[in-house]
């Protein structure tokens, strides 16, 4: 008996140091890495900070506007005006912070937490001013100067801005900044030889996607002629209502 508790002892001894060994070398490696990832977010974070403001996205509206009518309900003098506007979806990278970042050492996921985009804009283009002539032909406006310091700016200026909020439009642009974000981290964990997912999530993204399900996407009759002659005065112009340019 005593025989055997001998091996069954040097048994237990060796299988302990053995798991003992195996679970100090894992925790090793996984402090490794972790202090990897950890160096490599602190570098990206700055890398992008000097990066600063980048534009993925622009895009050009155009809006029909009456001005010079008297108030008092008769259009009689008014013009039908044509103004275009440029805006641009701006993302700072400047404004991510490293522990905006959060690393899952289970899942090997980084989760990148960001700003919501920067809409800029109108920029309205004067030299691109049109009005329609009494017989349905479109000109260009003699007098861009005053109509830039009339109420038909104002009225132009928030029908552009309703026109590039548009959610799908607005999505399109935040897709294009995450790819940026992205890609940075991405490309950093692949140099360390590191196999990891990124994600970004915007922190207005929540809301949007909530507010997604009210409303209807439908224009009402009012926003459906607008849009009618918006998409005359581009063609008659060459210039593509909403057209976007991605950079």
Known sequence: ?????????????????AFGGAFYYQKQQADKLNSQV???ISATVAGMKAQGRVTPLTARFVSVVTAGHSGSGSTAGARLLVISGNFRYEFNLATIREQDVKWDEEGKALEVHVQPLQLVGPELDP???????????????????SILESAGRFEAEADLLRQAKVPALM??????ARATVERN?????RAAGIKASVGVVF???VQHEGAGAEGSSEP????????????????????????????
Do not use: C, W
Request: proline letters at 6%; charged letters at 20%.
């Open 220 to 247: 009402a009759p009012a926003e459906a002629d607008n849009a009618a002659l918006q998409d005359n005065a581009a063609g008659g112009e060459n210039h593509a209502s909403g057209s976007t340019e991605e950079h």
């Open 185 to 189: 981290f991405a490309a950093a964990l």
């Open 127 to 145: 030299a691109n001013i049109r009005e329609y002539t009494p017989t349905g032909g479109l000109v260009p406006a003699p007098d861009t100067k």
């Open 1 to 17: 008996m005593k025989k055997l508790i001998v091996p069954i002892i040097l048994g237990i001894i060796f299988f302990g140091a």
């Open 203 to 205: 922190a207005d993204e």
């Open 38 to 40: 950890k160096t490599i």
């Open 171 to 176: 999505q399109f642009a935040r897709d294009a």
